[in-house]
């Protein structure tokens, strides 16, 4: 454009070259619809004011952003690193369809299981340093992996009394006299190796009591909230019920943190009110995380909420031993916070949210940072809990699974109530 200017305005021998190019450069780099097409995907991306800085914009916004600027080079391999987190399922599903028609190599971690089962074609499991490979989608990936270990399981039970019957021969045939015997005992040990390659597979054990719930829940009456001219709320009104499990979807930035902040009166309302019966007892997990002091230990951040907890079964146990429960070993336990990893930061932040034994659970985005592993485990505990459940989450398979109720914020103050999970909302919308 600088070029195309100056050789307007001077049409010498050297505007002119400098102007050739230049445009040669924009052959070489196939650039005349660069800004076209940022610009669009900048607009796919609800990326709308193009002069705001970097820094002013959001964790969603700068991950949108990230996301153009990889898909703008049209590249032949794309690898993505949890795609979907600080991401609305609007703008998940979009993504999904996008990769889905593209013709692009993608190389991806993700958690999230609808998108890796509408997406992958073959998953990659990276398992105690093997990868193995999947040609299928992530439902077929746990059918098979429950085969593999299943048969693995057989292999070394049939290993094991193979190597009772050996090792009594080796303790009568000590010394490897013929060529027979010793590939015997070289086979032996071939035999016994195969028989210790089981791994004692931990499982996270995710327990709470509860504590008692009286006849009255949460009753929400006429809230409203703004923020300046952006309307959040507007006379919403709500009584919840014993056990009640209540999914919230919108896009980002309609107001559905703010709900849950004004329900734990971190914010106050415009107009209305919220009363709570008196033996609510509320678990917040927020999305931005707990600000652990890093150079605490991960035991002593428990011990500060409670050295003994009390489980389902009316037994005691030690936070150290929740901790093993939770896949900390005993030397982690001991470790600084500073030293743990985001996911393993969240594990510690939910075992501090349940240790409360609260009755009603909020959650705002637990998903994220969290490996498939602690998520079934996730999973299986809320969906025995007996509590009220409020859940914010992007994770479509997650709310599916756990919530019977939508909260649908739909911006401008609108809230519209929808009864059932999130796919059966998305096939009536």
């Not at 949890?82 to 999904?96: A, F, K, R, Y």
């Not at 951040?301 to 896949?327: N, R, W």
């Not at 932040?349 to 592993?373: A, H, K, Q, S």
């Not at 509590?387 to 103050?413: A, T």
Request: charged content about 30%.
């Amino acid at each position: 454009e600088t070029a195309l200017t100056r050789h307007a305005s001077d049409p010498s021998v050297e505007s002119e070259k400098n102007l050739e190019k230049a445009t040669l450069q924009m052959d070489v780099n196939q650039a005349w619809d660069y800004e076209r097409r940022l610009k669009e995907l900048l607009s796919e991306f609800r990326i709308d004011q193009l002069q705001q800085s970097i820094q002013s914009l959001s964790g969603g916004q700068k991950k949108r952003l990230a996301m153009v600027f990889a898909l703008l080079d049209d590249p032949d391999l794309l690898l993505l690193d949890e795609p979907t987190n600080h991401l609305d399922i609007e703008m998940i599903e979009w993504l999904e369809d996008y990769l889905d028609r593209s013709g692009l190599s993608l190389l991806m971690v993700t958690h999230d299981r609808y998108f890796l089962n509408r997406v992958c074609s073959q998953i990659w499991e990276l398992d105690d340093g093997k990868i193995y490979t999947f040609l299928g989608n992530y439902e077929y990936f746990l059918e098979k992996k429950a085969e593999r270990e299943a048969n693995l399981e057989k292999e070394i039970h049939g290993a094991k009394r193979l190597m009772l019957k050996e090792l009594e021969w080796i303790r009568r045939m000590p010394k490897a006299r013929t060529t027979k015997s010793k590939s015997r005992i070289d086979n032996f040990y071939e035999i016994e190796a195969k028989a210790s390659s089981g791994k004692n597979r931990q499982k996270i054990e995710l327990q709470a009591t509860l504590s008692r719930i009286g006849g009255k829940i949460l009753d929400i009456k006429n809230i409203s909230k703004s923020f300046g001219e952006n309307v959040l709320l507007h006379r919403f009104s709500y009584s919840f019920r014993k056990g009640e499990r209540i999914g919230i979807v919108g896009s980002n930035g309609v107001g559905k943190t703010t709900f849950l902040n004004l329900i734990m009166e971190q914010l106050n309302p415009d107009e209305g009110t919220i009363e709570k019966g008196e033996t609510i007892v509320f678990g917040y997990y927020e999305q931005k995380g707990m600000s652990f002091r890093e150079d605490k230990r991960v035991i002593e951040v428990l011990k500060d909420i409670a050295e003994i907890v009390e489980m389902k079964d009316g037994k005691t146990i030690s936070v150290g031993q929740l901790l093993q429960k939770f896949l900390f070993t005993s030397e982690q336990q001991y470790t600084y916070v500073s030293k743990l990893s985001g996911g393993e930061k969240r594990r510690l932040y939910l075992l501090t949210v349940l240790l409360r034994n609260p009755n009603f659970l909020i959650m705002d985005e637990p998903t994220n940072d969290l490996d498939i592993m602690t998520l079934n485990a996730l999973e299986d505990f809320l969906s025995g809990y007996a509590g009220c459940l409020i859940l914010v989450s992007h994770d479509r398979y997650f709310m599916d699974k756990l919530v019977d109720q939508l909260f649908i914020f739909k911006g401008r103050g609108e809230v519209e109530i929808y009864t059932g999970g999130y796919t059966a909302y998305r096939d009536w919308k």
